[in-house]
């Protein structure tokens, strides 16, 4: 059962939740916008599914860290929200460590969510729908990071 | 050294990277549907279209890994047709099987495709072996999935009163004991798994946050509350927390998962042909996770049965990754019967 590298569950300090939720919030949307936007472009991201998120707001929250993530997709792309809506049609909120080991496939998104590590809040179904999407990402091979591994 | 047949590993695929975990990790064979109404998973985003299905084909049955196909909701009112073509395209994609539930579409389709394998699938909820040796009669069905009803001694009395290959869940969400015949689902929201393909829709489920925690609702009927760090489960009527005479708790059914490391060698012992594992809703990183867990307690089973023992890391593995992180032998060990 060996994997090449693990990502280990952590909580970053408190202190950062509160300095993170003062500093502007712009360059993570735009960043997650942007790199949604090349996933698209090179066809990791399903035509049909994509089309099923036109016009919905969505919030990321990194907890542990403060930061807010927000977008929305029109006309063909993926666009940051510079404004965090109150009540986005899909929320999903978790510390760093999970986001990232969801990233990596290390976790699966149901056993966090089990685990009460993940939540989602607003249409559920939209969550299915956008979960299933990442889910069925054929992401390309990772390079192997050598001081990762075990 | 006593080596024994051991059953097949069969591994949910909702996916493509889900299906290519699963014949990486060591599946004998992955069971998948189509993108619509026509299998139980119908959910949003799941599922394969009709390029990921020949991809996924190609690429298990490439590796030696056998391909079955779920074509399990019941055919509904005028709409016939639907199903009929979904067995027509699994006959031109070369499946290795279909799991059907409708005894309708089992006859028609023994009719039509007298050479392609047939499965009775869980939602069929044959539980006795009358009625597999039916379905046997009458629609020459080569395998059934049986519906987590059973105690042990009562599966190996079906394999020892039928000839048709006997398949039982091994691990993944237990459903409300009652599969094929529940009517929970459709009491609360009007859908079910057998007409809709999906049980308590996603969107007929809201999660709020409130100062005292989680609460969950399917349709507007508050079905649970979690407090902070709470283990969670699946939002269906059947793992709700009610009010039973004063008292307030899982009433129905506690969110767990089935997990039969346990009794793996008396399932061996019986002569269970295969072992299902549930899920094709989650993730490749889960696939992954159990697929490689039960092929690996699979494959100490077949070096020497005498000397199988449940290893602590399969056991942790496991229960890491069960719905209300916690796991049960379910029907197959009932003390109190």
Redesign the interface.
């Known amino acids: 059962?060996s994997q090449d590298f693990t990502i280990p569950s952590f909580k970053l300090p408190g202190v950062l939740s509160t300095i993170g939720a003062h500093l502007p919030q712009w360059p993570h949307s735009l960043a997650l916008a942007t790199a949604l936007n090349v996933a698209a472009r090179v066809g990791l991201l399903?035509a049909?599914?994509l089309a099923?998120l036109a016009d919905r707001s969505f919030v990321i929250e990194v907890l542990d860290a403060g930061g807010v993530a927000s977008f929305t997709y029109r006309d063909g792309l993926f666009r940051p929200l510079l404004t965090v809506p109150q009540a986005p049609d899909l929320c999903f909120q978790a510390n760093l460590s999970a986001f990232l080991q969801l990233l990596a496939?290390?976790?699966?998104?149901?056993?966090l969510?089990?685990?009460?590590e993940l939540?989602?809040?607003g249409d559920?179904?939209?969550?299915?729908?956008?979960?299933?999407?990442l889910?069925?990402?054929?992401?390309p091979p990772l390079p192997r990071l050598s001081p990762f591994q075990r | 050294m006593a080596t024994r047949k051991i059953p097949q590993l069969i591994c949910p695929a909702?996916?493509?990277?889900?299906l290519k975990a699963a014949v990486d990790h060591g599946a004998d064979a992955v069971y998948l549907g189509y993108r619509n109404d026509t299998n139980a998973r119908n959910?949003?985003?799941?599922n394969f279209?009709h390029k990921?299905m020949v991809e996924g084909i190609r690429y298990a049955q490439a590796r030696r890994c056998q391909v079955l196909m779920a074509i399990n909701t019941f055919a509904q009112p005028g709409r016939f047709a639907d199903w009929q073509r979904a067995v027509d395209g699994a006959v031109d994609l070369g499946v290795d099987a279909v799991i059907l539930a409708d005894v309708g579409l089992l006859d028609d389709s023994s009719r039509r495709h007298p050479e392609l394998r047939l499965h009775l699938s869980v939602q069929g909820s044959a539980t006795n072996y009358e009625a597999i040796n039916f379905a046997q009669r009458e629609f020459g069905v080569r395998r059934a999935v049986l519906p987590r009803v059973l105690t042990l001694a009562q599966v190996e009395t079906v394999i020892r009163n039928t000839s048709v290959e006997i398949e039982v869940f091994g691990f993944g969400s237990l459903c409300v004991m009652n599969e094929g015949r529940c009517w929970l689902s459709s009491y609360a929201t009007g859908e079910s798994p057998n007409t809709v393909g999906a049980c308590s829709?996603?969107?007929f489920?809201?999660?709020?946050?409130s100062p005292d925690g989680?609460a969950t609702r399917l349709n507007g009927i508050l079905i649970d509350c979690?407090a902070?760090?709470?283990?969670?489960?699946y939002?269906t009527l059947c793992k709700g927390r009610f009010e039973v005479q004063g008292e307030t708790y899982y009433a129905l059914e506690e969110?767990t998962s089935l997990n039969v490391l346990e009794i793996l060698p008396e399932i061996a012992r019986i002569g269970v042909a295969a072992i299902k594992v549930e899920g094709r809703?989650?993730?490749?990183?889960?696939v992954a996770?159990v697929t490689?867990?039960l092929r690996?307690a699979l494959d100490e089973l077949a070096r020497d049965e005498r000397r199988f023992s449940v290893r602590p890391?399969w056991q942790a593995?496991l229960a890491?990754?069960?719905?209300?992180?916690q796991v049960t032998l379910g029907a197959y060990s009932r003390p109190w019967r």
């Open positions: 059962m399903p049909d599914s099923q496939r290390q976790e699966d998104p149901d056993t969510f089990f685990k009460r939540s989602i809040v559920t179904e939209l969550g299915l729908l956008v979960k299933n999407m889910d069925a990402i054929e992401w | 909702g996916s493509l990277p889900a959910f949003a985003g799941l279209d990921a829709p996603a969107k489920v809201q999660w709020q946050r989680m979690f902070d760090a709470e283990p969670a489960g939002p969110p809703q989650r993730s490749p990183t889960y996770q490689r867990t690996a890391a593995e890491r990754l069960a719905e209300g992180s």
